[in-house]
DNA sequence: TTTT
DNA sequence: TTTT
C-alpha cells in the first residue's frame, strides 16, 4: 500500500546498463550505505550493499553520469522477487527499483576529488518491476549478466 | 549514510517472538505490501513480501499487538546480511530494521472488522543488526527456527 | 533536489475541493498528526495540524472518499509560498503536496468504528503549487474561501 | 502518528545556534530545496526555503561544521507551532525538526568546490519544540534575534 | 563480488 | 512459505 526508501550511499562500480529484448533500458548499480553505528566492537563502520535497478529514460541518464564511488541519492520502493536457480531451489531477491536518483558529486568530483556535489537531475523514469529474467513470481536470475539482452516481455513492464 | 524506508501493509502471519542468548528481545515479521500498479496483463495486483526485524521493547509490544492480517506501518532501514549455506554457499538476506511500527488496526479489527484504525504506539525500540546469527559479516539463517535460541553475542549488538 | 514527506494521520474536518479558473480540481485538508512524546508535563499528547493540498484526479478521488475524523496516508513533498495579506504584510504558508494519498478506513468505518482499514488507492494525481489554508485548531484561514473560484494562473501549475 | 521528512538542499546562510534558559543548545537553519519543475514559463528553477531545527548535541555538531550553501541532507518530523504577535494575530510557523543531518560537502568544498562529498555525521538529536522563524528570500523573522536567549520554558521541551 |  |  505505501513503501518508500531512500538512500544516500555510494556507488560499489560503474552502473551496468543493458536492453530488454523489447528496447527497453535497464540500469543496475550496488549502493553502498555505512551504517548508523559501529558493531561488535570492530573499529570498522560496516555498510549495507543495497542492489538499485532504474528503468528508461533514468537508466540512461544514470549509466551515462553515475560512476564508482560517487555519493548518490536514491528514492525508489522495495521489490522483492524470486526464480529458481540451477538446482531448483527457489531464490529471493531484494531490489530498490529507483524513481528519482540524485547526483550529489558531479563528474570531475569523486575520482579526484575537486568538486563539490553540484547536482544532476534524473527524476522521473517511473517505475519497473525490476526483474529481467521473465514473469514476476518465478523468475530467473537477472543479476546473471550472461550477455544476451535480457529476456522479458513487454507485459512484464508495469508502465 | 541515509537510509529510510516506510511500508504500509498486512502481516503474512503471526509475528514470531525469539530471545538472543544473552537474553535480547527480537521479532519478525513479513509484510505484504500491495504494488501500486497491475503487471503482465494480470488482473491480480501483486505484492512485495518484506522480512521485517525489531529489537528489544519494540519486539515484545509488536509480538503482543500485532497479528496476520493487521494494517501496520513500518518505518526502518534497510540491513543486508550474508552467511554461508550448509553448501557453502554464501546466501545474501535483505530485511528492514524497523525502528517505528504503527498499529493501524486495533486488536479487536481485521478479524472481525469493528474497529476502526485505532493505534498503539510501539515507537522506540532501537536498531539492529537483525541478525541471529552470529557475526555480521558471515552468519548463519536467522530464518531457520531449530527452536534454540539464536546465537548471537551482545558484541553483535549495535546498542 | 530532494523533498519527501510521509504522514500519517487523521482529517481535522471534510475535504474541500474547488476548481481553478482553468478547471484544475484542487482539494485541501488538514492532517493531524500525534507528536510521539507528551511534552510540558501534561497528559494530552499533542498533534501538529498540517495542511495538504492535491491536485486533479488525486484531488476529486479525495474529495470523494476521505471524512473528518478518517486514518490517512500521505506522501508529498513539502512547499512553501507566500503571498501579501490585505495590510501588505508578506505570509509565508508551508503546505504538504502530495502525490499518493491512501485511504487506511474505509467508508463505513472512522465515523461509525464498524471496519478496519481498507483501501482505496488514490496514487498519482500530480503536484502542484496550491493555495489556501487549513482548518487546525485556532488557525484563522489565510486564504478565506469566499465562494469564488481561487486566483491561480495556469502559469502557476507546475504540471 | 508517523510523521517524516527528508530533504536534500543547500543551507541559505550560516547556522545560527542559541541556548534555551536552562541551557539546552538550539541550531536553526534554512534549507533551499530546488522544486522538481520549472513553473509559469519561467526558466529559472524555483525552490522552497524550508526552516530547520536541531536540538542539543546535534545543534552543536551544525552549528560547527555547516556553512551557507553547504549541500546538506536532513531528516525529521513536520512541526506546527504558533504564537500571537505583537498585533494579537496569531501567527502559525511550520519547520522540520531533524533529529538527523547528513553533511554531504566537507569543510573545504562547498565554498571553493574543491572537495567532493566526505561526510560527517551528525545523527541524533533528538527532538525539540524549536523556536525561531528562518532566513528565507524575503521572509521577515517572527522570532527577531534580540540578543537575549530565547524565551522557552524546560516544560516545552520534549525530551 | 563491494564504496569513501 | 505469504496479507486484504
Do not use: H
Amino acid at each position: 500500500m505505501l513503501n518508500r526508501v531512500i538512500l544516500i550511499g555510494r556507488l560499489t562500480r560503474d552502473p551496468e546498463l543493458r536492453y530488454t529484448p523489447a528496447g527497453v533500458a535497464v540500469t543496475q548499480f550496488t549502493l553502498a550505505v555505512d551504517r548508523p553505528f559501529t558493531s561488535g566492537g570492530s573499529k570498522e563502520r560496516e555498510a549495507d550493499f543495497i542492489n538499485i535497478v532504474t528503468w528508461r529514460q533514468l537508466a540512461e541518464t544514470c549509466a551515462n553520469y553515475l560512476r564508482k564511488g560517487r555519493l548518490t541519492a536514491v528514492e525508489g520502493r522495495i521489490q522483492v522477487r524470486n526464480y529458481d536457480n540451477n538446482e531448483g531451489k527457489r531464490v529471493y531477491v531484494t531490489e530498490v527499483i529507483a524513481d528519482n536518483v540524485r547526483f550529489l558529486e558531479s563528474s570531475n568530483s569523486a575520482g579526484n576529488r575537486e568538486d563539490g556535489g553540484s547536482n544532476a537531475n534524473a527524476s522521473y523514469g517511473g517505475g519497473g518491476s525490476g526483474n529481467r529474467g521473465g514473469g514476476s513470481r518465478e523468475q530467473q536470475d537477472p543479476f546473471i549478466d550472461d550477455g544476451k539482452p535480457i529476456d522479458i516481455s513487454d507485459d512484464d513492464l508495469p508502465f
